[in-house]
Structures are given as C-alpha cells and as structure tokens.
C-alpha cells in the first residue's frame, strides 16, 4: 500500500519511511499511540495530504493521483470524526456513499423519467442490503443521523463507505464511540464482508478487536514502523508494549483466520 512513504507538517514529520504492504484479501490493522501517525498514512494513501514515497492502490502507482480517481479504482474510507452535516438523513448520508458509483445524468429526470425511477429503486434495495449486512436498522431512514448514538453513526459510516462498493476499504478507528456489543458486531460483519472479498485496512486502538478480526497488524510509533506480522507475535512483542500496550490482557480471540491469498498484493 505504501512504500517509504514520509510526510511532513511545516516542521513535524508526522511519517518517515514508513512500509506498509496489505495483501489483497486481508484485513490489515494499524496500530500506535496517539499522534504516531496512523491517520497520516490513511489520508496520504486517499491523497487528501502532500506525501513523498510510492503509493500503491489496487495494482496502480497513484502518488501523483488526485483523490478522486483514487477513489475510482474501488477504494472507500471513513474518518476517525464522520464528516456528516447535522441536517442528514440516514437515507441522504446513503445517497451520498452511493455517489458517484452510477450515472447519474441529469438528463435522465427529464427525458427518461422511468430510467431514474428504476435508479431509485435500485438504490433503495442497495441501501437496504448494506444496512442490512451491518446488522443495522433499515427503519432509520428517514432519522437525522445526528440524533442517533455515536456507535450507530460509526457503523452508518461503515455503510456509507460501502455504498461505493469498493474493493479496499480503509476504516479509521472505527470502534471509537461504541460499546462492547457494538464492537464485537462490527468485526464478526467486517469479517463476513472479508469472507467476500473486501480487503481491509483498520486503523484501531482496540487491541480485542485487532487481535479477533485482523490477519496482519502493523505497529507505528512517533511517524515509524516499529514492526508488522500476526497479531499474537505482534501485539506481545517488548518493544510494542514498551511503546504503546502497557501491561493490558490482549485476549486474543483464536487468530488463525488466515486470508486465502495473502500473497498478492491489494495496494
Ligand atoms: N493537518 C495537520 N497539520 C499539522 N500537523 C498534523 C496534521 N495532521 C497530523 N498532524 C500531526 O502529525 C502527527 C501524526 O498525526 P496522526 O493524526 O496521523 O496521528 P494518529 O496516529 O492518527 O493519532 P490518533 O491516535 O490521536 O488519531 C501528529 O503529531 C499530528 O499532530
Ligand atoms: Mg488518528
């Protein structure tokens, strides 16, 4: 996904060197203390900060690519704060992870009404389905997002972002906000969908969640790669607790939930 990759901030070097390689079919973790440097390497590959290093999507070399055409190769992502406006509704917020997917011309309200009809029936079934695949509440439609609980409007995000229908989805601590049912929830659905073929990368502090639902964790701390492999060598490693687990239980879930393929590379 990223390779040498450095990033710098007037005079912080938020990243420096940093490799990271996420195998096609993998759910990948990212892994650090705060301000390490993981959200850094989620926007450099999204293309939303200047970065120096290569930058692989899909198959493609994309550092000198605008978002957007990154975005075209099948990539989704969210962010550690969703960015949604206070006035949304869920259906709206749908829409919205949905544009972009299909052809929305704007001569078809017009000249094929029937068109844009079978359109919208078309998105609402797909609303319904990736609602449905993260064990959401299709009955939300119409609630304004704002008003429902933060671990809903985390999961909402999710579903945003598979609106596109990517192939890569990146997730920025996803978990943030939500209880422990809601956290469990999320990685058996992010495992299914993987199970489908959707790769992952996840930035998280879960260490749970890391060590149930990834493959592969990787370790960043102040804007470098401590280490990456399987999350039972990695997470109990001395220097990744010196720098960031402290003495906590992992409680690792069994993790031998290896990706079929994880030899060819997703990006
Ligand atoms: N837009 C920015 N302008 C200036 N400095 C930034 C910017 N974005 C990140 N930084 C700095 O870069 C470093 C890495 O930040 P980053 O947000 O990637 O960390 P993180 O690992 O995601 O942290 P957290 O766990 O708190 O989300 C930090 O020192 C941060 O202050
Ligand atoms: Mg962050």
């Known amino acids: 996904m990223v390779d040498e990759l450095d990033v710098s901030f007037g005079g912080i070097h938020a990243l420096r060197g940093v490799s990271l390689s996420v195998p096609l079919g993998a759910i990948y973790g990212i892994v650090g203390p705060n301000g390490s440097g993981k959200t850094t390497v989620l926007n450099a590959v999204s293309g939303f900060v200047r970065s120096s290093g290569g930058i692989h999507v899909l198959g493609h070399s994309v550092s000198r690519w605008p978002s957007h ?3 075209g190769l099948g990539m989704a992502r969210t962010f550690q704060v969703p960015k949604i406006s206070h006035t949304l509704t869920v259906w709206e917020l749908m829409r919205m992870g949905d544009h972009g997917r299909r052809d929305r011309a704007w001569w078809k309200e017009t000249l ?22 993260l064990g959401l509440d299709t009955g939300l439609l119409d609630t304004r997002v704002q008003t429902l609980a933060q671990g809903i409007i985390k999961m909402l995000d999710v579903a945003r972002a598979l609106m596109a229908a990517p192939t890569l989805l990146l997730l920025d601590e996803p978990t943030a906000g939500m ?51 399987r999350p039972e060598e990695v997470l109990i490693r001395p220097d990744v607790i010196e720098a960031y687990l402290g003495d906590v239980d992992t409680g690792f879930a069994d993790p031998s939930h290896a990706p079929e393929n994880q030899g060819r590379p997703a990006s």
């Open 69 to 71: 055409r990154r975005f």
């Open 112 to 133: 094929a009404p029937w068109a844009a009809a079978r359109e919208e029936r078309e998105t609402r079934r797909r609303v319904g389905d990736t609602l449905e695949s």
């Open 179 to 229: 209880n422990e049912a809601e956290i469990a929830n999320l990685a058996q659905r992010l495992q299914a969908l993987n199970a489908a073929g959707l790769t992952i990368a996840v930035v998280e502090h879960n260490i749970r969640f890391l060590a149930g639902a990834c493959h592969i964790v990787a370790v960043l701390h102040v804007g470098r790669k401590i280490c990456d492999g």
